[in-house]
């Protein structure tokens, strides 16, 4: 049998509680522990490591902030039309690099 990937969602299924997979028999939690921002967003989650992955966001719904105050905290910049212009990682490993995203107009 192959790989299964199951969602767990709560009374309602209109929020996943965890995320497993299955394969040989042997099933991992690759997400667990959710928390909903209001009007359904996720604002954080469980790897199914014990660690946690947290997500920020600005007042017009798009990401800001992913893991914020973590070792590995990537901080998004967007142009005025909501278009992603820049990724930056602001603690080590990386230093402080940024990534510019490309400039042509979107399409589609």
């Known amino acids: 049998m192959?790989?299964?990937?199951?969602?767990?969602?709560?009374?309602?299924a209109c929020t996943v509680d965890a995320?497993?997979?299955?394969?040989?028999?042997?099933?991992?939690?690759l997400m667990d522990d959710f928390a909903y921002r209001p009007y359904g967003r996720a604002e954080k989650a469980g790897n199914g490591a014990g660690g946690q992955i947290a997500t920020t966001h600005d007042l017009r719904g798009r990401l800001s902030v992913a893991n914020p105050d973590m070792p590995r905290?990537?901080?998004?910049?967007?142009?005025?039309?909501g278009n992603l212009l820049?990724?930056?990682?602001?603690?080590?490993?990386?230093?402080?690099?940024?990534?510019?995203?490309?400039?042509?107009?979107?399409t589609g």
Do not use: I
Not at 2 to 12: I, M, P, T, V, Y
Not at 19 to 29: A, Q
Not at 73 to 81: A, L
């Open 2 to 12: 192959g790989r299964s990937l199951d969602f767990e969602r709560n009374a309602c």
């Open 19 to 29: 995320v497993r997979t299955t394969f040989n028999s042997l099933t991992t939690t």
């Open 73 to 81: 905290e990537q901080r998004f910049t967007y142009d005025s039309n």
């Open 86 to 106: 820049a990724t930056r990682w602001t603690h080590p490993p990386s230093r402080g690099t940024t990534a510019l995203m490309h400039t042509m107009p979107r």
